[in-house]
Structures are given as structure tokens and as C-alpha cells.
């Protein structure tokens, strides 16, 4: 393929990164007032916001209440700014609500829903600039807000994207390296008992690298939550100073 | 007695913090935070066809977004409503011929212009709306920059469309003359600009003016359940003006410090 090489002999890619080196990640906790929870949170030019509404009483049909847990409720909506051709619709296509699904599907693993019976949880995730790792980003951001809103969870859920090129396996794909067309793997990881709450991998890859890929997204996942972590200190120290203890 | 609940008077906004060039893959884009109303809009430049009726003209489209962000109605379809009633606000206040220079969008008459798609994004509802969203798009499209482009002719009379090489020639747009809206809610027998929340629940009736910053009145609309006698929309017809040119004074202010400070300008966007 000519032109674009994503992994150099000396082993840089397209934006300098070495083959397991994340991108800049800053995140801040309760952006929203009004919200429950909300956080924000950049992964190199990736910009996503999420809120929680929650838990509140379930709305619309009282049938779909569950009596001994709580209803996750996700929804993934990117703005139309948000990718280089302007999107359409921002939410509602077949991709969007396949993303939220995903999030539900990673969510209900991570919160502790019996705590909650017959009540929902919203997470509403708004991705603003996306470039490559909206999945990862949007997880790790609405963790986040779970915490800020105080629902309790059984870990933080960190999330990061891997794929291969040239036999070294690459963490944190950004969408030059994504629409390459190369395997992607997306991985949602608890980290303190090791356990992984999605897995997503497209196109094919050969099942020897598998376990090299999985490893290399399973550290970029620890090495978020080494971030996050600090990002909750720090914002419960500056809520303890503004209670003034 | 000119006091409202927070301590304000009639005719004072909330702190606005306007800050633009927020999201770097858009031609222009601008946040506003007014009290609990947070808007983000972002503009597209994309080349297309002229309208047949304004063939040397190119042409402006609104997309208004509630987000779900804002409150869990606007999930699914829920925020479409609003949406549509904003976009159609929007396209009404820039239906004339003054507010925006839409001559100078055009590359080639008849065969292609500037198309701007403005889409404004509905994070967070604290009452409100239109006067921030109008702040949004006219601070949005001060932060446009549209990449020049010239059109070649060849022998056989085909056109190419050749892109200027350096990524900062480009042209901007001119922002004086775009109106802002002013809403001027009726409570009791008083009249307030900037409602809350709370004090848009305990409004019947309200007068959404749109002023640019001369003080010329574009578009006028009546909004709510309640009924308006006619000496109290003349009044709150010239409150606004008052306070829209105000407004436009200071936003233009803002715009151009922020434009001063250059491309060193530490951006603070979500995370500050």
C-alpha cells in the first residue's frame, strides 16, 4: 500500500508514538451542574462527555422494571462536527445504537445493580471530536461520571483500543491508523481483578498474534486506569477543600 | 423594585463566558456557557450547488442537537421538537439580505458556493436558549475560516478548483451585522431578560427579539401560552433593543481580545 506508513523501521508511527505509548489523556470530573455525574475526558484529538442521570425511577413503561436490579440505560450520540465529513444524523443510525448497546453491555457488568432494584441508571455519551478510540474514550469518560454521580461500581472500567501492523501489536489506534484497515481490537478491562467486561475485535488476525494483541491492550487499559485514578484523587481533594474539611 | 430572585435586575444577563476555536476539525466553532446553559456549536464549510433563485449566493444550513446531556427527555427523539423550533428561529433571524455577506460565499455562479453548515449542540438547559444560541452562532462564525480557493479555466472551458497552498490563507466572514436574540419573558407586569429556569416556569408569555448591533430589529416572534397586550410588546420591544445592543458591544469586545491574544492562546475548552 503507498504512501502512509504506520509503523517506521525505527519503530515511530504516523504521530511519533513508540508501538504501546497512549495518547495525551486529560479528563475532569463534574463539568455539569445540573447532572447527576458528568466527566470529560481527551484522548489526544478524541473528545467525549458523558452524563448520568440516576438512579431515578423508570421512565416510560413500568413493565420493563426489574425487581431485583437496576435497568442500564446507554446512548452514544456523536455530533455532526464531530468527524471530518459532516455527519448526518447524531444519533439514531445503526452504528450509534450499536455502540450503546456495547456501553449497556460493559455498564451492567461494572455497577453494581442489585443495590438499585426496580430503578435506571442513564448514561449519555456525547462524543465532540472524533479520532480514533471514540469506544475506549466514551468508556473511560463515562466511568467517570458514574463515580462523580456516586453509583457505586464494582471497579473502574478502562477501556483502550489495540491493533496490529508489522508484527508489533499498537495501543491506542488513532482513526488514521483505523481506516487503514489493519485488526482492531477494542478491550474493556476491570483492573484490579484483571477482569474483561467487553471484547471487541474486527477484521482478521491470525489467533497466534491474538494473545500479544490482547496483552498490549490490557496494559494501555492499566495504564488508564493509573490516570483516571489520579483524575478522582485530585477532584475529591479539590470537593474536600470547597466543603472545607 | 428591580430585584430578582438571584440578586440581579431586569435587564441584566447572567456571567457569559464565550470562548471560540473549541473543536479543531470544524471551519469554526464557539462554546457559550450562560449560567446553567452550555451550547457548543460548531461550523462545516463544504462546497456545493447555489440555490436556483440565488445563483451568485451561497447559502447557510442550521442543525439544532438536544443532546441528551441536557435532560433525559431529549433521549431518542425526544429533543427533536425543540430542535426543529430553534433551527427554524435561526433560519428565520438570517432570511434577509444584511445579516451575512452571502455574495462573497460564492466561488463560481451557478455551479458552486460555500455551503456553511452551522450545528449547534444543546448540552446543558438552564433557561434561556435562544439568546445563548444566537450568541453561540454569531461567536462561531467570527471563529470561520473558510480556505480560499480559486477557479481555473483550461482550453476546453472546464473548470478545475484549485485549493490554495498555504493552510492559513483563508477568508473570514463579517459578523457585524448579525442579530442576536434578546428574549424578554413577561412575569406579573414586568419584564425580564435572561430567565432561569424558574422564572421561564412562572412566565405565561415571551417576546423573542432578534437586534443586530445597530439596534435594527429583524424579527420579532411571541412565544408561550399567555396572551400580550400591545403597549407591553412595544415596550419590551425597546428593552431589547436597549439591551441588544449592549450585548452585541460587549460580544464584540470579547471576540476581538480573544482574536488579539493569536494563536498562543491557551485553550481551555471542558477542562478548565
Excluded at chain 1, 489523556?25 to 455539569?32: D, E, K, N, S
Excluded at chain 1, 455532526?80 to 444519533?91: C, L, M, Q, V, Y
Excluded at chain 1, 473502574?156 to 487503514?180: I, K, M, N, P, Y
Excluded at chain 1, 497466534?208 to 490482547?214: C, G, I, R, Y
Aim: overall charge negative; glycine content about 8%.
Amino acid at each position: 500500500m503507498a504512501g502512509l506508513e504506520l509503523l517506521s523501521d525505527q519503530g515511530y508511527r504516523v504521530d511519533g508514538r513508540r508501538a504501546g505509548e497512549l495518547r495525551k489523556i486529560q479528563a475532569r470530573m463534574g463539568v455539569f451542574a445540573q447532572a447527576d455525574g458528568s466527566a470529560y475526558i481527551e484522548q489526544g484529538n478524541t473528545k467525549a462527555l458523558a452524563v448520568v442521570y440516576g438512579p431515578h425511577e423508570i421512565r416510560g413503561s413500568r413493565a420493563r422494571a426489574l425487581p431485583d436490579r437496576a435497568l442500564v440505560n446507554c446512548q452514544y450520540s456523536s455530533a455532526t462536527f464531530s468527524t471530518g465529513e459532516r455527519k448526518r444524523r447524531p444519533h439514531g443510525d445503526r452504528k450509534s445504537c450499536e455502540m450503546g448497546l456495547q456501553l449497556r453491555q460493559t455498564f451492567e457488568a461494572a455497577i453494581l445493580t442489585q443495590l438499585h432494584p426496580r430503578s435506571q441508571i442513564d448514561i449519555y455519551v456525547q462524543v465532540l471530536q472524533a479520532d480514533g478510540g471514540t469506544y475506549a474514550a466514551c468508556v473511560n469518560a463515562a466511568t467517570l461520571a458514574v463515580l462523580d454521580a456516586g453509583i457505586p461500581m464494582r471497579d473502574f472500567v478502562c477501556a483502550c483500543s489495540a491493533g496490529f501492523v508489522d508484527g508489533t501489536a499498537l495501543a491506542d489506534l488513532s482513526h488514521v491508523e483505523e481506516a487503514a484497515g489493519g485488526p482492531q481490537l477494542a478491550l474493556a478491562l476491570l483492573p484490579a481483578a484483571g477482569q474483561i467486561a467487553l471484547l471487541e475485535m474486527d477484521a482478521r488476525l491470525h489467533e497466534d498474534h491474538l494473545e500479544q494483541v490482547l496483552e498490549a491492550a490490557a496494559q494501555a487499559a492499566r495504564d488508564v486506569h493509573t490516570l483516571l485514578d489520579r483524575v478522582v484523587r485530585q477532584h475529591v481533594c479539590e470537593a474536600s477543600i470547597l466543603l472545607g474539611d | 423594585e428591580d430585584l430578582r430572585v438571584d440578586g440581579r435586575g431586569c435587564e441584566d444577563y447572567r456571567c457569559v463566558e464565550v470562548e471560540t476555536d473549541v473543536v479543531s476539525n470544524t471551519s469554526g466553532s464557539a462554546r457559550v456557557k450562560l449560567g446553567h446553559t452550555d451550547i457548543l456549536v460548531g461550523v462545516k464549510a463544504e462546497m456545493g450547488m447555489p440555490k436556483l433563485e440565488k445563483p451568485n449566493e451561497g447559502y447557510l444550513e442550521f442543525f439544532v442537537d438536544c443532546s441528551a446531556n441536557a435532560t433525559p427527555e431529549f433521549e431518542g427523539r425526544g429533543g427533536d421538537d425543540l430542535g426543529t423550533e430553534i433551527a427554524n428561529t435561526l433560519y428565520r433571524i438570517f432570511n434577509n439580505k444584511s445579516s451575512i455577506d452571502l455574495k462573497s460565499l460564492c466561488i463560481s455562479p451557478r455551479e458552486h458556493c460555500w455551503v456553511l453548515y452551522v450545528d449547534v449542540l444543546l448540552l446543558e438547559c438552564g433557561g434561556n436558549l435562544f439568546d445563548a444560541i444566537s450568541v453561540a452562532v454569531k461567536a462561531a462564525l467570527f471563529n470561520t475560516r473558510i480556505p480560499r480557493v480559486r477557479v481555473l479555466e483550461d482550453e476546453e472551458g472546464s473548470k478545475d478548483i484549485e485549493l490554495s497552498d498555504d493552510p492559513y490563507d483563508c477568508i473570514r466572514l463579517n459578523v457585524e451585522n448579525v442579530p442576536c436574540i434578546v428574549t424578554l419573558c413577561k412575569i406579573g407586569y414586568r419584564h425580564v431578560v435572561d430567565a432561569t429556569l424558574q422564572e421561564e416556569a412562572c412566565s405565561l408569555a415571551s417576546l423573542l427579539v432578534s437586534v443586530t448591533s445597530k439596534g435594527v430589529v429583524t424579527c420579532m416572534r411571541k412565544v408561550g401560552k399567555g396572551s400580550l397586550d400591545p403597549e407591553s410588546i412595544f415596550e419590551m420591544m425597546e428593552t431589547g433593543k436597549r439591551v441588544g445592543k449592549v450585548l452585541h458591544t460587549s460580544l464584540q469586545s470579547v471576540l476581538h481580545k480573544e482574536e488579539s491574544l493569536g494563536p498562543k492562546r491557551q485553550k481551555v475548552g471542558f477542562l478548565g
